[in-house]
Protein backbone atom coordinates (compact mmCIF):
# COMPACT_ATOMS: atom_id res chain seq x y z
CA UNK A 1 0.00 0.00 0.00
CA UNK A 2 1.38 3.12 -1.08
CA UNK A 3 2.14 5.74 2.00
CA UNK A 4 1.17 9.30 2.23
CA UNK A 5 4.94 10.24 1.34
CA UNK A 6 5.29 7.70 -1.90
CA UNK A 7 1.78 8.98 -3.12
CA UNK A 8 2.23 10.89 -5.69
CA UNK A 9 0.59 14.68 -6.15
CA UNK A 10 -1.20 14.14 -9.13
CA UNK A 11 -4.16 11.84 -9.03
CA UNK A 12 -3.40 10.38 -12.59
CA UNK A 13 -0.30 9.17 -11.15
CA UNK A 14 -1.68 7.49 -8.14
CA UNK A 15 -4.28 5.76 -10.42
CA UNK A 16 -0.73 5.16 -12.77
CA UNK A 17 0.84 3.66 -10.10
CA UNK A 18 -1.55 1.78 -8.95
CA UNK A 19 -3.00 -0.08 -11.83
CA UNK A 20 -0.81 1.19 -14.55
CA UNK A 21 1.08 -1.78 -15.89
CA UNK A 22 0.22 -3.88 -18.50
CA UNK A 23 0.04 -6.63 -16.88
CA UNK A 24 -2.39 -5.38 -13.45
CA UNK A 25 -4.41 -3.81 -16.22
CA UNK A 26 -5.23 -7.02 -17.86
CA UNK A 27 -5.62 -8.85 -14.68
CA UNK A 28 -8.04 -6.28 -13.33
CA UNK A 29 -10.13 -6.87 -17.02
CA UNK A 30 -9.95 -10.85 -16.27
CA UNK A 31 -11.18 -10.61 -12.97
CA UNK A 32 -13.62 -8.02 -14.11
CA UNK A 33 -15.58 -11.06 -15.58
CA UNK A 34 -14.96 -13.35 -12.11
CA UNK A 35 -12.67 -15.17 -9.56
CA UNK A 36 -10.23 -16.67 -11.06
CA UNK A 37 -7.25 -19.05 -9.79
CA UNK A 38 -3.59 -18.52 -10.32
CA UNK A 39 -3.21 -21.05 -13.26
CA UNK A 40 -6.34 -19.75 -15.11
CA UNK A 41 -4.84 -16.33 -15.05
CA UNK A 42 -1.49 -17.54 -16.06
CA UNK A 43 -2.78 -19.52 -18.99
CA UNK A 44 -5.12 -16.73 -20.06
CA UNK A 45 -2.43 -13.69 -20.12
CA UNK A 46 -0.76 -15.65 -22.49
CA UNK A 47 3.23 -14.06 -22.21
CA UNK A 48 3.10 -13.44 -18.60
CA UNK A 49 5.41 -15.14 -16.16
CA UNK A 50 5.20 -16.28 -12.97
CA UNK A 51 6.70 -14.04 -11.13
CA UNK A 52 5.58 -10.90 -12.63
CA UNK A 53 2.08 -12.55 -11.92
CA UNK A 54 2.42 -13.22 -8.57
CA UNK A 55 3.79 -9.71 -7.91
CA UNK A 56 1.07 -8.16 -9.67
CA UNK A 57 -1.09 -10.07 -7.56
CA UNK A 58 0.84 -9.34 -4.46
CA UNK A 59 0.98 -5.81 -4.82
CA UNK A 60 -2.77 -5.14 -6.07
CA UNK A 61 -3.54 -7.40 -2.88
CA UNK A 62 -1.80 -5.00 -0.70
CA UNK A 63 -2.94 -2.13 -2.10
CA UNK A 64 -6.84 -3.31 -1.61
CA UNK A 65 -7.75 -3.54 -5.21
CA UNK A 66 -7.94 -7.69 -5.21
CA UNK A 67 -8.87 -9.73 -2.14
CA UNK A 68 -7.29 -13.48 -1.73
CA UNK A 69 -9.08 -16.26 -0.61
CA UNK A 70 -7.93 -19.77 0.66
CA UNK A 71 -9.75 -22.22 0.23
CA UNK A 72 -8.82 -25.03 3.14
CA UNK A 73 -9.32 -27.68 1.00
CA UNK A 74 -6.97 -30.74 -0.31
CA UNK A 75 -5.14 -29.50 -2.80
CA UNK A 76 -5.70 -26.01 -1.17
CA UNK A 77 -7.55 -23.69 -3.67
CA UNK A 78 -6.92 -20.37 -4.15
CA UNK A 79 -8.97 -17.20 -6.09
CA UNK A 80 -8.57 -14.27 -6.82
CA UNK A 81 -11.16 -11.50 -7.08
CA UNK A 82 -11.50 -7.49 -7.25
CA UNK A 83 -12.57 -5.96 -3.56
CA UNK A 84 -14.76 -3.24 -3.66
CA UNK A 85 -12.29 -0.47 -4.30
CA UNK A 86 -11.18 -2.59 -7.94
CA UNK A 87 -14.91 -2.90 -8.53
CA UNK A 88 -14.59 1.11 -8.89
CA UNK A 89 -12.33 0.62 -11.44
CA UNK A 90 -15.48 -0.76 -13.62
CA UNK A 91 -15.65 2.98 -15.22
CA UNK A 92 -12.56 3.42 -15.73
CA UNK A 93 -11.90 0.15 -17.42
CA UNK A 94 -15.25 0.70 -19.33
CA UNK A 95 -14.02 3.85 -20.70
CA UNK A 96 -10.80 2.57 -21.91
CA UNK A 97 -12.46 -0.43 -23.97
CA UNK A 98 -14.48 2.19 -25.67
CA UNK A 99 -11.68 4.31 -26.46
CA UNK A 100 -9.52 1.17 -27.51
CA UNK A 101 -12.56 0.17 -29.61
CA UNK A 102 -13.17 3.37 -31.47
CA UNK A 103 -9.49 4.04 -31.98
CA UNK A 104 -9.35 0.33 -33.49
CA UNK A 105 -12.47 1.09 -35.70
CA UNK A 106 -10.99 4.57 -37.05
CA UNK A 107 -7.64 3.15 -37.70
CA UNK A 108 -9.49 0.11 -39.94
CA UNK A 109 -11.73 3.24 -41.34
CA UNK A 110 -8.71 4.29 -42.69
CA UNK A 111 -7.29 1.00 -44.24
Avoid at 17 to 41: A, D, T, V, Y
Wanted: glycine letters at 6%; aromatic letters at 6%; hydrophobic letters at 40%.
Amino acid sequence: MLTKAEMPACPVATTVQLIGSKWKLLIIRNLMQRPWRFNELRRDLGGISQKVLADSLRSMEEDGIITRTVYAEVPPRVEYALSDLGKSLRPLMDAMEAWGRDYQKSRLDEE
